[in-house]
């Protein structure tokens, strides 16, 4: 039938969904059509606007390099991501989780590391940091032979892929847990950073007067066969914008306990302090062992 008004678009549009033979894209299509026709209605979207609205979704598309995803930095400035991992994870939302937004820094083929050894590459100026990991089911039973992934950010807020002064992936390592579920690791402590402000979400940020700052954290992935890939961040307490972080991904549970010690390092006579520990327990659900897509090449 010919759409006579705007109040029949809508029925017509779902009617066409409502064909999708796949149930779980239909049941996603179904969704996005009320939502986003309901949307337009309640902001009462103009045809200016509009135009403006999908020039900036091509933008944001273009953006996209080996090193940069504008997508994702959009997706966890609106709090998305954090929403879908929290719904997705933790008895479906309903209990903390070690689950964790991926971020748009993760590399695939980071290099392995023994054990005690250190994931610094080039000279990197910065406080001692000794991690002390372990990983552990639901019910708290150690998980052996789990690869753990991590990544983190430098003392002057940049990824290797980020810094020409950095060598090819620095503060970038993969370990094995051992038959206790633990992992341990040598680098320096990291501090916050702003994310990329020069393209949409920039915009975006300084249309609401927001700061571009994420807290310093810490990432890891964890893989095992028969457990969900974990994907996790660690943010330190102590970081001004802790309460504040620009892609919403702080919880209780990804609070770490970055400790400050001032005297000599028992086991490394170079430092002499100060330097920092962190102990974490990471918690993986049963699942599918799967890895994300990287972000960036």
């Known amino acids: 039938m010919p759409i006579e008004s705007e109040s029949d678009l809508t029925p017509a549009v779902l009617a066409v969904m409502e064909r999708t033979r796949d149930p779980r ?5 179904v969704a996005l059509v009320k939502h986003l026709h309901a949307f337009c209605r309640e902001a009462r979207l103009t045809e200016p606007e509009f135009r403006n609205a999908t020039a900036i979704l091509n933008e944001i598309g273009q953006l996209q390099t080996d090193s940069h995803n504008e997508f994702v930095l959009m997706a966890g400035s609106l709090g998305v991501s954090s929403l879908v991992c929290l719904l997705n994870n933790g008895n479906n939302g309903q209990t ?3 689950q964790s937004l991926l ?16 994931i610094i590459r080039s000279q990197t100026p910065g406080t001692p940091l000794f991690v002390q990991g372990k990983v552990v089911d639901r019910v708290g039973h150690p998980i052996a032979d789990a690869e753990v992934d991590i990544w983190h950010a430098s003392p002057v807020g940049l990824y290797e892929n980020q810094d020409p002064d950095q060598a090819e992936m620095n503060l970038r390592g993969k370990f094995t847990t051992d038959d206790c579920g633990r992992f341990w690791f040598r680098t320096v402590k990291m501090v916050g950073y ?4 020069g393209g949409v979400v920039g915009r975006l940020l300084a249309a609401q007067g927001r700061h571009p700052y994420r807290p310093a954290h810490l990432h890891a992935l964890i893989f095992k066969k028969g457990y969900k890939t974990l994907i996790s961040q660690v943010f330190d307490p102590s970081d001004p914008n802790i309460d504040s972080d620009v892609q919403f991904g702080v919880t209780s549970t990804l609070t770490g306990d970055f400790v400050r010690h001032e005297g000599p390092h028992g086991e490394h006579a170079d430092v002499a302090g100060p330097w920092f520990s962190l102990d974490y327990t990471y918690v993986m659900e049963p699942g599918e062992a799967v890895l994300p897509r990287a972000p960036i090449q």
């Open 194 to 197: 702003p994310i990329p402000t």
């Open 103 to 118: 971020g748009p820094f993760w590399r695939l083929n980071s290099p392995r590391v023994e054990n005690g050894g250190t």
């Open 96 to 98: 903390e989780t070690s």
């Open 25 to 29: 894209l239909r049941e996603i299509l």
